[in-house]
């Protein structure tokens, strides 16, 4: 009997080349003779979309039943990265997609390369947020994201003249195939204008909010496929846009250009991602925007809980909402105000479900950071959330003054409003009151929560407080973007570790087997001839595969301190300029990052960088010993190129600093040995590969803290350490900027003068540790075997992980198997 198969479900060669092909002719409107790859990206992306939407919609139907448990994670970033490879990796379909790609005529890697990533955040945060969706549906459990589609994501990154170029990313253009826009999902968000209490029939006092204007939230959704399993949770992203009734009829009537003005206003609500990884205080556009999305995201599982339910009693145990930051925090005050103002809750009511719904991740301790909104555009934009958080802050500082009477310092650090001088609105505190559970991202990081920005907090509530260290999705990061390496690692322990990480382990019976590593620096060899022959293409530059790929790949940011690795080059440079035979083991140095477009001395560094390279890279002296790349447009599909080609990955953030860091984890997992602070998630990283086969160096958080306390004073550093100073005064002598002395004197200054970061405290320790790097590498049977142990050690660093401790202490919730109906 012949069975035919559907040309949408079915999965045999010849079915997914026909489907392609019909999709190619019947979407795209194009014949195979007048098609570009494009086209055929575009063609093939839907062919796998097809071949998931069965599950997506048996997924979401098993969450509409009332015991079912859905983790809303709000972010206002979701970075993450190309999906077509991810799911066919994740539908178990690639070899299938391979050949009958090939059996058309065309290279499956290169429509994968066609495709343009979403870039609809800045760094970590927002990666970290793409991490954890993956690892949700990978262990089956009910979730939602919501965050904001924006139109424009983070800018292009050129380079012109070794300067940072934004370029308008427009991941819109040619169409997106993996977001499916719901209508029927439309919200109304209200803003500005004032409020009115009022009484209802029953004669109950209540306040009703008259907004000044409204925008319609418009849902798109994307699946966020599991590995290997039936669940595809949602990806719910808002756009803004016009609200016809509101404005086109009671205010325009008539009126179209007045109209039409309403309707780029509120599109202009969703159009750009604020690039900046540091403070934008007072821009009222980015706090319309978090409003925005949180109120969209929480009518929306309001509108889902009582589709099956009658009321909002049990809001708390069909939702968990997590905070992604204090970027979504306004959420408290929302929910408050749906539920009582909309849903006619008691406020103690309201406030219980409230807290039991929320829970806030705290990623960073800069002070610059920390978000506060000026009262005056809060109250304007937000009247009854001014309101709101008056009240929760009255009740809460009674329940202060109780345990601390007559302390006021105790009152003025823990309250909500900050009014020492302009007032403003403190989201962490918001943020922290309105939670059950507060956590930071690696366990220095937490600790120095309870420590230092939360301190009065952390008293007031010690049981509110714990660790989630992130993780990373071994799929994206190894599967997807490793398949040389993850096929070794499978030959010889089998597939379990995808989904159990702990499994890499069972690699440590094979670092003495002497084929093993041979093959292990084979895969590294080739992977790195790669990412050579990529540099050669983009940039012209040559390098050998037979060097130290010493990698720093992430937003450039002082405390980051690329700029402690461009002086520890221009030292080495030095070095062989002093002695031209010295026995020197080659590297080549690999930046990549953008800077805020905003922050000048992030900027003079990538110009630092380059410059560097432009005369490293050129003198004969150096004789192709030292190589200087910086990679344009740094993202996540060139960090899928970038990590996996690592030796030496370079995580060396001012001791205290970095939350957490979760390039390191990628870098290791990709047999990458780590150059590193004691500082994020370093720490934990060192402890599980074991010391030896990290290279740590400089102060630690407290070593930092009192060299501050007993006053530090950068000159000594330069006067005492004559490498520190040649390498300083090369770059004040305008060698590196065709004689201009100007050009860095910005950066050295800040170095001399106050070096905030530490660089110079830290320079002979990393010095001398990137020494034992180079001594090390010689041996490579050696450094073979700690690559080894690395990968084989990282089992902690899966976002699988994260997700199950989140599960476990945060958001109570449950894996729930999706079967397959139909
Ligand atoms: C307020 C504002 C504009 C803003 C501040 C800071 C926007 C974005 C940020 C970026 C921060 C919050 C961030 O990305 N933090 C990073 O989070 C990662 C995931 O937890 C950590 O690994 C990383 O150490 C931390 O810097």
């Known amino acids: 009997q012949i069975q035919i198969e559907d040309d949408r479900t079915g999965l ?26 494009k086209d055929y990206y575009m063609a093939l992306a839907y062919t796998v979309r097809d071949r998931l939407l069965h599950r997506w919609l048996n997924t979401y139907e098993a969450y509409m039943k009332p015991e079912v448990k859905i983790v809303c994670y709000l972010s206002a970033e979701f970075l993450v990265g190309p999906h077509l490879a991810n799911n066919l990796i994740n539908l178990g379909i690639y070899d299938q997609i391979r050949q009958a790609v090939q059996e058309s005529g065309l290279n499956l890697q290169e429509l994968i390369n066609t495709e343009e990533e979403p870039g609809l955040g800045n760094g970590g945060l927002g990666r970290l947020a793409a991490c954890y969706m993956e690892s949700l549906a990978t262990l089956e459990v009910p979730a939602i994201g919501y965050g904001i589609r924006y139109e424009f994501g983070i800018f292009d990154q050129e380079i012109r003249e070794g300067w940072q170029v934004e370029i308008t990313d427009k991941w819109l253009q040619d169409g997106n195939p993996w977001e499916i826009i719901r209508p029927e999902s439309e919200v109304y968000i209200n803003f500005g204008g004032r409020t009115e209490p009022y009484q209802d029939d029953q004669g109950n006092y209540r306040v009703r909010w008259i907004p000044e204007y409204v925008v319609k939230g418009i849902a798109y959704d994307t699946p966020i496929l599991g590995y290997k399993v039936n669940t595809a949770n949602t990806l719910r992203l808002w756009k803004g846009e ?10 325009n009537v008539g009126d179209y250009y007045g109209a039409v003005d309403t309707k780029v206003y509120s599109e202009n609500l969703t159009k750009v991602l604020y690039p900046n990884d540091e403070p934008v205080q007072g821009k009222e556009l980015r706090l319309q925007q978090q409003y925005f999305f949180v109120s969209c995201a929480l009518q929306d599982m309001i509108r889902i809980h009582l589709t099956e339910s009658e009321n909002l009693d049990n ?18 005050a929302e929910l408050m105000r749906l539920l009582i103002d909309v849903h006619h809750y008691s406020w103690d009511q309201a406030w219980d479900i409230t807290q039991k719904t929320f829970a806030y991740t705290n990623h960073t301790l800069l002070p610059e950071a920390l978000e506060k909104w000026p009262l005056s555009i809060f109250g304007r934009l937000l009247p009854r959330h001014l309101e709101i958080i008056y009240e929760i802050n009255r009740r809460f500082l009674d329940q202060v003054r109780m345990k601390y009477p007559g302390n006021n310092e105790k009152l003025s650090c823990l309250s909500l409003i900050d009014d020492r001088g302009e007032k403003y609105i403190r989201m962490a505190n918001l943020a922290t009151v309105g939670s059950h559970k507060v956590n930071g991202v690696a366990a220095l990081h937490s600790e120095l929560v309870k420590k230092t920005i939360l301190r009065d907090f952390y008293e007031f509530w010690p049981e509110k407080f714990t660790n989630v260290t992130n993780g990373v999705t071994p799929r994206r990061w190894m599967v997807v973007s490793n398949p040389r390496l993850s096929e070794l690692i499978t030959s010889r322990i089998g597939d379990n570790w995808i989904k159990n990480l702990d499994e890499l382990r069972r690699l440590e019976q094979f670092v003495d087997d002497g084929h093993f590593r041979y093959q292990w620096r084979e895969v590294k060899w080739g992977v790195k001839q790669d990412l050579a022959n990529y540099i050669e293409d983009k940039l012209g530059i040559k390098v050998s595969p037979d060097t130290l790929f010493d990698v720093q790949v992430k937003r450039i940011h002082e405390y980051k301190r690329q700029h402690l690795n461009v002086l520890q080059i221009i030292t080495l440079y030095n070095r062989i300029k002093h002695n031209p035979n010295l026995d020197f083991t080659p590297r080549t140095c690999i930046f990549g990052g953008k800077a805020a477009p905003g922050y000048y001395m992030a900027k003079l560094i990538i110009k630092l960088i380059n410059s560097v390279a432009e005369v490293v890279n050129k003198d004969p002296d150096v004789r192709d010993r030292l190589k200087v790349v910086f990679l344009p447009d740094y993202n996540v599909t060139l960090g899928q190129r970038v990590y996996p080609a690592a030796d030496l990955s370079e995580q060396i953030s001012t001791a205290g600093k970095e939350a957490s860091g979760t390039g390191n984890m990628k870098f290791s997992l990709n047999g990458a040995l780590t150059i590193g602070t004691y500082d994020g998630a370093n720490i934990e990283i060192r402890q599980e590969v074991g010391e030896e086969n990290f290279f740590l160096f400089g102060l630690k958080t407290e070593d930092i803290d009192q060299l501050r306390a007993k006053g530090y004073n950068p000159w000594d550093y330069y006067y005492n350490n004559p490498e520190l100073k040649s390498t300083l005064d090369l770059i004040s002598s305008g060698f590196f900027s065709h004689g201009d002395c100007e050009l860095f004197r910005p950066l ?16 002979q320790s990393y010095l001398e540790c990137q020494d034992r790097v180079s001594q090390a590498y010689k041996d490579q049977e050696y450094w073979t075997k700690m690559s080894i142990l690395n990968v084989a050690r990282m089992g902690k660093f899966s976002s699988d992980r994260s997700i199950k401790e989140y599960c476990e202490n945060i958001w109570y919730a449950k894996p729930v198997p999706i079967e397959m109906k139909d």
């Open 315 to 332: 809001f708390g145990d069909k939702f968990a909402a997590q905070l992604n930051d204090t970027h979504p925090s306004i959420g408290v």
């Open 242 to 251: 016009a609200c016809e009734s509101f404005n086109f009829q009671r205010f």
């Open 748 to 763: 050295v200054d800040s170095l001399l003068h106050s070096d905030p970061f530490f660089l110079f405290a830290d320079y």
């Open 12 to 37: 045999s060669i010849e079915t997914l080349r026909r489907a392609m092909a019909d999709n190619l002719f019947y979407i795209l409107g194009k014949y195979p003779a007048i098609a570009n790859n």
